[in-house]
C-alpha cells in the first residue's frame, strides 16, 4: 500500500487500522523498521508522555487455587507510541510486542480499539 509517496507496511495483526497519517520515525511498524512479534494485548492508555512513550494499564483475572477464587490483577507496561497513531490518554489501545526500544520498553502501540 502507498501513501503519499511513502511506503505503508501492514504488520499483519488482525482487527488492526493502518493509520491515515504519515511519519518519519523508525520505530514505527508501519513507517519504519520496527517488526512486531510476540504477544499482543489490550489495555488502556493511562500515560502519554511528549516523547513518544507511554503506560498502557491492563487488567486481568487470575486464578487462586488455594481459596478457589478468581482475583483482579493489573499490570503497566511502558509502550512506544508512534506519531502516525493518533491515541490520547483513555483511550483503549492494542499493543504488540518488539525489540527493545529502551532499558523499559519493548511494546509498540498499533492502533486504538473501535
Known amino acids: 500500500m502507498v501513501s503519499k509517496g511513502k511506503l505503508v507496511?501492514?504488520?499483519g495483526i488482525p482487527n488492526?487500522?493502518?493509520p491515515e497519517k504519515t511519519c518519519d520515525?523508525?520505530?514505527c511498524p508501519y513507517h519504519g523498521s520496527l517488526r512486531v512479534r510476540g504477544?499482543?494485548?489490550e489495555g488502556t492508555l493511562i500515560k502519554y508522555r511528549g516523547s513518544k512513550s507511554g503506560i498502557?494499564?491492563?487488567q486481568y483475572l487470575y486464578y487462586d487455587s488455594k481459596y478457589k477464587r478468581y482475583e483482579r490483577r493489573r499490570s503497566r507496561i511502558h509502550v512506544h507510541?508512534?506519531?502516525c497513531v493518533d491515541v490520547k490518554e483513555g483511550d483503549k489501545v492494542i499493543i504488540g510486542e518488539c525489540r527493545?526500544?529502551?532499558k523499559s520498553i519493548s511494546f509498540v502501540v498499533l492502533s486504538k480499539v473501535t
Open 39 to 41: 504477544i499482543i494485548l
Open 25 to 27: 520515525d523508525d520505530n
Open 16 to 18: 488492526v487500522k493502518i
Open 56 to 58: 498502557v494499564e491492563r
Open 81 to 83: 507510541i508512534p506519531p
Open 100 to 102: 527493545p526500544i529502551s
Open 9 to 11: 507496511k501492514d504488520p
